[in-house]
C-alpha cells in the first residue's frame, strides 16, 4: 500500500459558486413565479449536447459537529465528484470521481474513496491492471490531505483519532482472503502494518481493533486484538483453520467470532463460536461452543455463518443461526454391500442366469432426463422455488447461546421458522405460515404467531391469521398488529388481547389503496414511545398517541383539517423508542396544494410548523452533537439543493447549488390541474410546461400516466439521453407534459383508467394552451397497460407509446412474473391487477379490460416496445398485440430489444428508444417527417446490415 500525500489545491479545487445562498422562504418564492414565464427570459433551449453537464446530487453526509456536509454528485457524461462544504462558508471543495464520504467521530477528518474516470478504468483494463480505488483523508482543521493507493475499505474508530485501511487481495486462484491493513493515527501520521487481514472491526465507542488473520495454507491464522493507544497486540486465538463473522457487542469490550469447523464426513461446514467478554480487563472470560461437543446441542446440526451473531443486551446470551448438516454419502459403504456373501466381488456384467448383462441397461450409465416437475398441488411454483433456491439454501433456525449457563436453546424450528427478537425482551415472536399456504398461493400471508421464551425454548400461541404485524414494543411487552380494521395488542405479561382503536373517533384503514383485499392495510405506526407508555398510529392525515390497553388516544397534529398529511420524523435510527418529552419533527404534506415541510411539537402542545414551501422537502438530517439540521428543496424547475438550519430549523440557508448553468437555458414550470373522473372522485394532475413557453400560443402535449402521479409536480428532472420518457427532455422539445391521477374500481382496471385519462385531458386542454389535435399518451408497464386500452376506447391522442404493456389480460393472467418466480395470477388477484378472481369467474370483466379485445376500435398509432426477456410482462404480450394490429390493419409499431428485461439497460438500446420516442412523437405531433421505420417498415436484411455496421 502507497501513501502519497499532497498539497490541497493539488486534490482539491476551491470554488465560491455558492456566491449568494438563498434563504427557504426566498427559493420557494422564486420557484413559485416559475423559472420561464415567457421565453424571453430563456437564453436558449437545451438539445443532447448539452445534457451531459446535468448533475444528480446524492444523499450527503453531515459532520457529528454539524459544521460541515459532504455531497456526491453524478453527471450524466459520468465525470462524478464530491464536493465539501463548511457550512457557514461559501467556499466548495471539490474532490473528482470521490465518493463514500464519512467524518470521524470528533469532526476532524474526512475520508473518501476516489475512483476513476471511464477513460482511465478502460486504460487500465487494456493493460491487465487491476482497477483498484484510492483513499483520500482530508484533514478539515488544517486543509491537508493524503491521497492512499489501493485501498478496497476503510473506518474509522469510535473517536475519530484512527482510520483502518485496508488494501486488496493478491490476484490469482487463492484461498487466503487476507490483504494488508494499516491502521494510522491520524494527528501524527504513525502507521502499524498487520498483513494477511480478512476482516476487521472497531469496538464500538472504544479504540481497540479486532481483526481476522487469513493467510495462504492458515499458517498464523487467528484474531488479534490491536490496542492502537498503547501500541499493544494481543492474539485471542491462534491455530491452522479459519476465522469469521467479528461481532462487538455495544458499547462493552466483548467480542464473538467463529471459527470455521470441516468434517469429511458432512456436507458445508460448520463452526464454533467463541465469544470474550471483558477484554479491557485484567481477566477476560473466553467462552465456546464447539457443535460437536457442546451438550445439548442437536446431532448433525451446524452452526451457519450467513445470520450474524446477535449479542443480547447484557452481553449473558449470543443469538446465532443453526441448520441441518447432512452427511455425505458413503461411496465406500454403497460398494461394500455390492459384495457377494463370500466376501468375493459380484460380477455386475452377469445377470442372475448367468448369462452378460447388456451395459446400455444400466442406470448407472443412462443420462439423467433434463426434466421438471411442475404439479399443480405446488404452493410455491418451480420457477419461483429456482429464484428462491439460494434463499431457501441459506434459511436456519435462530439459537441461543446463554453464556454462563453453558445452555443451548433453539428457537426457531420447524414451526416457527422465522423468529424475531426485541433487545432486552425475555420473549422473542415465532411466526408460523404453513397453516396458509393453499391460501397464499393467490391470496394474502396469513401467520400465526407464538410466543417464544428465550430462556427456555418453550413457544406458545398467542393469535391467529395476522397478515399485517409490527413485532415487538420497546420493551417487548406488547405485539401490536392490525387487523379487522383496527390495531391489536398483546400483553405478555397479562395475556390479554385489546382492540386498542376500538373507541378512537377516526379510521386507520388506507381505503383509498388499490388493493382487492378482505383487509385494506393500514396507514402504518410510527413507534412505540419510552417504557412502552404508548404506541404512535397515523391516519390519513394525523398521528395519534394511544395507550396500549386503549384507556387513552391524543391526537398529536392537526392535519385532517387543511387535507395536510403529518408523519413523525426519526433523525436517531438507533433509538428504540420515541421520547415525546423531546421535541418531536414531522414531515408535512399538502394533499391538495402539494406543498411539502416540517412541524415540531413540544410536549403537552399542539404541533407547530417550521418550515412550508411551495416545493417538495425531503432528505432532513441532524447532527450528531449539534442542532444543526440539513434538508433538501426542489421544484420541476428548480434543481435539488441542501440547506441549513438551527434549531427548530430556523433561519434555512442553501448550502449547495447544482446545475447552476441552468440560468443559461430555457426551461419549464409545472401547475396543478383540478378534475373530476367520471364517477365523480376528485382527482388531480401535474402539468410541466414547453421550456419555450408563449403566453397566447397552443401547444402539442404528452401525457404520461401510470396511477397517482400529480404528488410529483414539484420533483425535477435531469435530461438524458438514456431516460426514454424525460419531462425536462419533452419539455425543450415544446410539449406540454401532464401526469394525471387515476384511481380504480374493482374488476375494472382499464375502464378506470379511461375514466381519469379522458375528463384529464378535457380539463388541460380548457386552459386554452393545448392543442386538442396534438395529444399523444405515453406509459411503461402497468402505463403502457392502460395506455395500449385507452387508445382502443377513445380517439383524443394522435399517437401514443406502450413500453411492456399488458394486452391481453386472459394470457397474462396465466403468465408468470419471471423476474420473481411468482404467478401472475396472484398479482391480477390481490394486487396491482385489482381483477379479484380468476377470469372464467368473470370472463366478461376480463374481456372488457382488455386491449387486444378492442383491436378494431384503435385507430391511433401506437408504438410498443418489449424485451425479448422481459421477466415482468410476457414478451409475448407485445406478440398478440402485434398480430391482432397487424390482422386489423391498424398503424402499429412493435419494437423488439433482444436479451432486454422490463426495463433497457443496455446504453445503446436506451439512447435508440429515446430517439424513436422522440420520432414518433415528432412526427404524429409536430409534423416532422416520418423515417422510415414510422412509415413503412425496414426489411429485416437491412436491419442486420446496420447492426453489423454499428458493430
Known sequence: MRFRSVSLPVLILLAAIVASPRTADAQS??????????????????????????????????????????????RVNEENELRIRLIDSDSLIVIPFGLGARFSGDSRWLAYTVGRSEEAREELEEQNKPVHQRVGLFNLVTGDTTLVEGVGGFQFSHDGRYVALRGYPPTGKRESKGADVVVRELETGTDMNFGNVSHFAWQDEGELLAFIVDAEG????????????????????????????????????DLAFLRVLTDSTYEDSSHTIIAWRNLQSGDPDRFELDPTEFAGFPDDTRVVDYRTLRWSEDGRTLFFGIKDWR?????????????????????????ADGEA??????????????????HAKDVDVLPAQKVFVETDRRENFLAAWQL????????????????????????????????????????????????????????EKIVERVEYRYGLSAEGRYFLFFRDDHYW??????????????????????????????????????????GDDAVLLNDKFDVWEIRPDGSEAVRLTRGAEDSIRYRYQSLDFSQDYIDTDEPMLFSMYGEWTKKFGYAHRRSGRQSERALWMDARVSRIQGADSAETYV???????????????????????????????????????????????????????????????????QYPMIVYIYERLSQGTHTYSVPSERSPYNDAVFTAEGYFVFRPDIVYR??????????????????????????????????????????????????????????????????????????????????????????????????????????????????????????????????????EFYNAARRAEKDFVLLVYEGENHGLRKKPNQLDYHRRILEWFGHYLQGDDAPTWISTGVPYVEQERAQNGRK
Open 29 to 74: 418564492q422564486a420557484s413559485a413565479n416559475g423559472s420561464n414565464a415567457d421565453a424571453t427570459d430563456a437564453v436558449r433551449p437545451i438539445t443532447p449536447a448539452d445534457y451531459g453537464q446535468w448533475e444528480r446530487m446524492g444523499s450527503a453526509t453531515l459532520s457529528p459537529d454539524g459544521r460541515w456536509l459532504a455531497v456526491p454528485i453524478t
Open 746 to 879: 374493482d374488476r375494472d382496471p382499464g375502464v378506470s383508467a379511461v375514466a381519469a385519462i379522458e375528463p384529464a385531458v378535457a380539463a388541460a386542454i380548457a386552459t386554452g394552451m393545448i392543442d386538442p389535435d396534438r395529444v399523444g399518451l405515453v406509459g411503461h408497464s402497468w402505463g403502457g397497460y392502460q395506455t395500449a386500452f385507452a387508445v382502443t376506447q377513445t380517439d383524443i391522442f394522435s399517437a401514443a407509446v406502450a413500453g411492456a404493456p399488458l394486452t391481453n389480460l386472459f394470457s397474462m393472467y396465466l403468465s408468470m412474473y419471471w423476474n420473481s418466480g411468482g404467478t401472475d395470477a396472484r398479482i391480477f388477484e390481490i394486487s396491482q391487477g385489482r381483477m379479484e378472481v380468476p377470469f372464467w369467474e368473470d370472463v366478461e370483466a376480463y374481456r372488457r379490460n382488455s386491449p387486444v379485445f378492442h383491436i378494431e376500435d384503435m385507430n391511433t398509432p401506437l408504438l410498443v416496445t418489449f424485451g425479448t426477456e422481459d421477466g415482468a410482462v410476457d414478451f409475448n404480450q407485445g406478440v
Open 631 to 697: 434538508f433538501v428543496t426542489e421544484r420541476f424547475d428548480d434543481s435539488p439543493d441542501y440547506y441549513a438550519a438551527g434549531p427548530g430549523l430556523a433561519n434555512p440557508r442553501q448550502v449547495t447549488e447544482t446545475n447552476a448553468f441552468q440560468s443559461e437555458y430555457a426551461w419549464g414550470h409545472t401547475e396543478l390541474i383540478e378534475f373530476e373522473n367520471t364517477w365523480g372522485t376528485r382527482l388531480q394532475g401535474s402539468l410541466a410546461y414547453p421550456a419555450d413557453y408563449e403566453p397566447g400560443r
Open 357 to 374: 448383462a447388456d451395459s446400455t441397461d444400466s442406470d448407472d450409465d443412462e443420462e439423467p432426463a433434463g426434466v421438471e416437475i411442475w
Open 218 to 253: 492458515e499458517a498464523g491464522n487467528g484474531v488479534r486484538l490491536y490496542d492502537p493507544a498503547s501500541g499493544t497486540l494481543r492474539s485471542l486465538e491462534s491455530e491452522r483453520a479459519r476465522f469469521t463473522a467479528l461481532q462487538w457487542r455495544e458499547e462493552s469490550d
Open 404 to 459: 454462563d449457563e453453558a445452555r443451548f436453546v433453539q428457537l426457531g424450528t420447524e414451526l416457527t421458522e422465522k423468529v424475531s427478537l426485541r433487545d432486552g425482551s425475555p420473549h422473542a415472536l415465532g411466526f408460523d405460515e404453513t397453516p396458509y399456504d393453499r391460501e397464499r398461493m393467490f391470496g394474502p400471508e396469513y401467520r400465526d404467531v407464538y410466543r417464544v421464551d428465550i430462556a427456555t425454548g418453550e413457544r
Open 489 to 530: 395488542t398483546y400483553d405478555f405479561e397479562s395475556g390479554q388481547l385489546v382492540n386498542v382503536t376500538a373507541d378512537v373517533a377516526t379510521s386507520f384503514v388506507n381505503a383509498e389503496a388499490d388493493v382487492t383485499r378482505d383487509q385494506k392495510p393500514p396507514f402504518g405506526f410510527a413507534g412505540w414511545t419510552e
Open 327 to 351: 452427511r455425505v454419502e458413503d461411496d465406500e459403504a454403497a460398494a461394500d454391500s455390492s459384495e457377494a456373501p463370500d466376501g468375493e466381488a459380484a460380477d455386475s456384467s452377469e445377470t
